[in-house]
């Protein structure tokens, strides 16, 4: 007879020996018996699982006792739910958290092995497009360090964002292959497995209360799988999880049309399940693509709620008492669907009425809203939605009737107001609104920066803001000091430390005290050290990836984020062609040596986004092969910009590019990973710039270009670019060798549609703006010759910038919106 244990029998998890001897004794024993390899054959990617694994395994310790803690406490959780998590390499971020990184190191090298090495072969996760799948994973690191029970819910893509080659200078996307080799963080939980169905059609019935219940039959369906990753938090005292939806068929094959010879049609329903995972952001030019992109955002909601009610029930709790045990954040609109179908699981599958459950989801839910622009606001097409999701589509025009009502009736809204909160936008074909359902679903709705937070009470939400006034909040962004300071800038950490002392470690704000030391000629000069240091680290890689050889004395001038017209690297490139003509026309002048490099990923159907990558390697092949700049001027696009390029890119940076149109950017963090690892910002008033401006002081930053406000002005004004550029030299000059080829001999014509636009309309003010920015580079120009006030500049902007933490912006969330 077995004996049944007790919780006062099991024994208490010993903490793990982090000495370098047994840590080589582990990788060993996890060599030979985890992957079956001898040390004497062992491959760099076998030392590196080995390594990943024991790491892993003091990980599990902590995230066991965290979740039992949360399970026995009863605590309120926080779920975020996003459609990115651009999560990065996880070893270098686990063992610095854990406090690891140096023992490791000794351990490897014990056994004649290199950490850096074996680190670098470590897979990219590309499962998120840019600052808002980065913002979710900081997110997630902050929520572990500040100790707040969470999981982050999303889609364990296959491929994830492509990944990007160049063929002649042109974008080539080719799938991002980052499973190929299994995944040694993640873990299967085959008993977390959904159900989830599309299409068919709903039937009514009569219930015993003799109130008509709604039955949904869909008329396919797919088995939702989780795979969970632990993400550790600083210091390693609490570890929570992020669990990733995998898509598999309820039949793998169809057995009797392969014996009847279909081998390929007997696949399709596992074809149909694995599409839903395969890609992030599959193209949406086509119907096609416009319906597996909704089918992706529903799959990965449903079974992220299922999975939350289901925990939320077996904890013991009462429905009722979802909104005081469960926060649900909706990271954009990606997630928006999760308001319908937790309102189909309360009423349909829980037995709720509709009120009682609207109470609950509202109640539970909050929003970040991301954007300004109308169309990044996604809206889906009334028939798809409703051949996809047809109980939806019923509970969306259910909870329309609701609100619509009351804001006729007891608010008094006029048809104007009340076409623009309506949850079906008429003003074409009909379609869903999926950011004013996440509105009108969720009891907050923050900006991510101040000017953002006040734009969308003023635009985009304005007749929402005046139905629900005490809804909009801001929570300005933030990112993890520990990957964007300790990790991507060893040295610059080291010294701040052996400077100020470790307390800024524990507490970015600590960073303060380093504005003492701005203009100490030393410390600067320790400070100019790193920071050639770091240059020299991007030129190597520069060369082994490109051949392009960079001087690192030279000003390194970097702009890297996602490819779109309004973040303007074509404001950059065209003054990038007007300095070159300077140049070669004045050559007695002293011109600063620059180094202009670029990188992002563009959209495959976005034209003009392409042309510009297109624009900037064709400007870079001209500029670096002319002798007559003599080097003072050199042009790089940078492939395949992920996580790992952006570590070493950031820290190398002099000056930072955030020259978006004002009132476009909602925040940034890529602003803010520039600034703490001590570049002098060049931007505009736009998103977080306004408030970095305000901490590290308005003579630390070089700020240029039109507000937001001016922007709206100057546009409803009817702006006339054609005799702004006709009134600038420069500009005429430089947009006139573009479209006429002199970059493009090959096509002469390749760019003159895109100046055309600017000649036209120039809606996000490149041309408006382009001789003030030009103006900021000469001024940056002037201060680069004095580097007692470059480096008192950048040393300050380091010190001040400890307020953007992610961490202070997950505590505001936590008082302020969860009150987890």
């Known amino acids: 007879m077995i004996k049944s244990l007790s919780k006062a029998d099991l024994p208490l998890p010993q903490p793990r020996v982090s000495d370098p001897e047994v840590l080589a004794a582990e990788i060993i024993e996890r060599l030979t018996y985890g992957i079956g390899k001898d040390a004497k054959v062992a491959t760099p990617h076998d030392w590196l699982t080995a390594t990943i694994l024991v790491v892993r395994d003091r990980i599990i310790d902590r995230w066991m006792e965290t979740t039992r803690a949360a399970y026995n406490n009863n605590a309120k959780r926080v779920y975020y739910l996003s459609l990115e998590f651009l999560i990065g390499r996880l070893m270098r971020d686990a063992m610095s958290n854990l406090g690891m990184m140096d023992e490791i190191r000794q351990a490897l090298a014990s056994m004649g092995v290199d950490l850096d090495v074996i680190a670098g072969l470590e897979a990219d996760a590309a499962l998120g497009?840019?600052?808002?799948?980065?913002?979710?994973?900081?997110?997630?690191?902050?929520?572990?360090?500040?100790?707040?029970?969470?999981?982050?819910?999303?889609?364990?893509?296959?491929?994830?964002?492509?990944?990007?080659?160049?063929?002649?200078?042109w974008q080539v996307e080719l799938p991002e292959t980052w499973l190929a080799h299994g995944n040694p963080w993640?873990?299967?939980?085959?008993?977390?497995?959904?159900?989830?169905?599309?299409?068919?059609?709903?039937?009514?019935?009569?219930?015993?209360?003799?109130?008509?219940?709604?039955?949904?039959?869909?008329?396919?369906?797919?088995?939702?799988?989780?795979?969970?990753?632990?993400?550790?938090?600083?210091?390693?005292?609490?570890?929570?999880?992020?669990r990733l939806w995998s898509a598999q068929p309820i039949d793998p094959i169809l057995l009797e049309a392969f014996n009847a010879g279909d081998h390929i049609g007997a696949l399709k329903e596992s074809n149909k399940a694995e599409t839903l995972t395969r890609v992030l952001y599959p193209a949406d030019a086509t119907t096609a693509g416009q319906e597996l992109r909704l089918r992706q955002e529903y799959f990965f909601c449903s079974a992220s709620l299922q999975d939350i009610l289901r925990r939320h029930l077996q904890q013991g709790n009462e429905l009722s008492a979802l909104p005081d045990k469960v926060a649900i954040q909706l990271n954009d609109t990606h997630p928006a669907i999760s308001v319908t179908e937790l309102m189909?699981?309360?009423?349909?599958?829980?037995?709720?009425?509709?009120?009682?459950?609207?109470?609950?989801?509202?109640?539970?839910?909050?929003?970040?809203?991301?954007?300004?622009?109308?169309?990044?606001?996604?809206?889906?097409?009334?028939?798809?939605?409703?051949?996809?999701?047809?109980?939806?589509?019923?509970?969306?025009?259910?909870?329309?009737?609701?609100?619509?009502?009351?804001?006729?009736?007891?608010?008094?809204?006029?048809?104007?107001?009340?076409?623009?909160?309506?949850?079906?936008?008429?003003?074409?074909?009909?379609?869903?609104?999926?950011?004013n359902l996440a509105f009108i679903g969720s009891h907050s709705i923050n900006g991510v920066s101040a000017l953002h937070t006040e734009l969308m009470k003023e635009t985009v939400f304005a007749d929402l803001h005046k139905l629900y006034p005490d809804r909009i909040n801001n929570k300005t962004n933030g990112i993890t000091p520990r990957r964007w300071l300790m990790q991507c800038n060893p040295r610059l950490t080291s010294l701040i430390r052996d400077t100020v002392g470790p307390d800024f470690l524990d507490d970015a704000e600590k960073l303060k005290a380093l504005d003492a030391y701005a203009d100490d000629p030393e410390f600067q000069k320790q400070f100019a050290a790193v920071k050639r240091a770091n240059?020299?680290?991007?030129?190597?890689?520069?060369?082994?990836?490109?051949?392009?050889?960079?001087?690192?004395?030279?000003?390194f001038d970097i702009q890297i984020k996602r490819i779109h017209e309004y973040k303007r690297q074509l404001l950059n490139i065209i003054e990038t062609v007007a300095l070159f003509d300077q140049i070669r026309t004045h050559p007695e002048r002293d011109w600063v040596p620059r180094v202009k490099l670029f990188a992002g990923k563009a959209a495959p159907s976005y034209h003009n986004a392409k042309l510009i990558i297109k624009l900037a390697n064709d400007v870079a092949r001209v500029i670096n092969n002319d002798p007559a700049v003599r080097n003072l001027l050199k042009v790089v696009f940078i492939p395949n910009y992920n996580v790992s390029l952006a570590e070493v890119m950031v820290p190398a940076a002099d000056l930072s590019e955030q020259i978006s149109t004002a009132g476009m950017e909602a925040s940034g963090t890529g602003n803010m990973k520039f600034a703490l690892n001590g570049a002098l910002t060049i931007g505009t008033l736009d998103g977080a710039n306004v408030e970095m401006r305000d901490h590290v002081g308005e003579e630390n930053i070089v700020i240029f270009g039109m507000t937001a406000g001016e922007v709206g002005k100057v546009r409803a004004g009817g702006h006339n670019p054609r005799a702004v550029i006709e009134g600038s030299r420069e500009l005429s000059q430089a947009l006139s060798a573009i479209a006429s080829g002199v970059?493009?001999?090959?096509?002469?014509?390749?760019?003159?549609?895109?100046?055309?636009?600017?000649?036209?309309?120039?809606?996000?003010?490149?041309?408006?703006?382009?001789?003030?920015?030009?103006?900021?580079?000469?001024?940056?120009?002037?201060?680069?010759?004095?580097?007692a006030a470059w480096y008192s500049k950048t040393i300050r902007n380091t010190a001040r910038m400890g307020w953007f933490s992610s961490d202070r912006t997950i505590r505001q969330y936590t008082a302020d919106i969860w009150r987890a």
């Open 129 to 169: 497009n840019g600052g808002l799948g980065r913002l979710a994973a900081c997110f997630m690191e902050s929520m572990a360090t500040v100790h707040i029970p969470a999981y982050g819910y999303g889609i364990r893509y296959v491929h994830g964002l492509f990944r990007q080659q160049m063929a002649d200078g």
């Open 186 to 242: 993640e873990f299967e939980r085959r008993e977390s497995s959904y159900e989830i169905g599309f299409g068919g059609a709903v039937d009514t019935v009569s219930g015993h209360d003799d109130e008509p219940h709604f039955v949904w039959k869909p008329g396919e369906r797919v088995i939702a799988t989780a795979y969970d990753t632990p993400v550790v938090g600083w210091r390693g005292d609490h570890v929570n999880t992020l």
């Open 743 to 787: 970059f493009s001999p090959d096509d002469p014509g390749r760019f003159a549609g895109l100046v055309d636009g600017l000649y036209q309309h120039d809606w996000f003010m490149v041309a408006a703006d382009f001789n003030a920015y030009a103006k900021a580079q000469r001024q940056v120009d002037a201060l680069w010759g004095d580097d």
């Open 344 to 435: 189909r699981l309360l009423c349909d599958v829980h037995g709720l009425d509709f009120d009682t459950a609207w109470g609950i989801t509202w109640r539970t839910f909050s929003y970040t809203n991301h954007t300004l622009l109308p169309e990044a606001l996604e809206s889906w097409p009334v028939p798809l939605f409703e051949r996809l999701l047809p109980r939806h589509m019923q509970l969306v025009y259910a909870i329309n009737a609701k609100i619509l009502r009351d804001a006729r009736k007891n608010r008094n809204f006029s048809d104007h107001e009340i076409s623009h909160i309506s949850l079906i936008d008429e003003s074409g074909d009909r379609r869903v609104r999926m950011g």
């Open 535 to 555: 240059k020299e680290q991007l030129a190597n890689l520069v060369a082994s990836r490109m051949g392009i050889r960079l001087d690192p004395s030279a000003m």
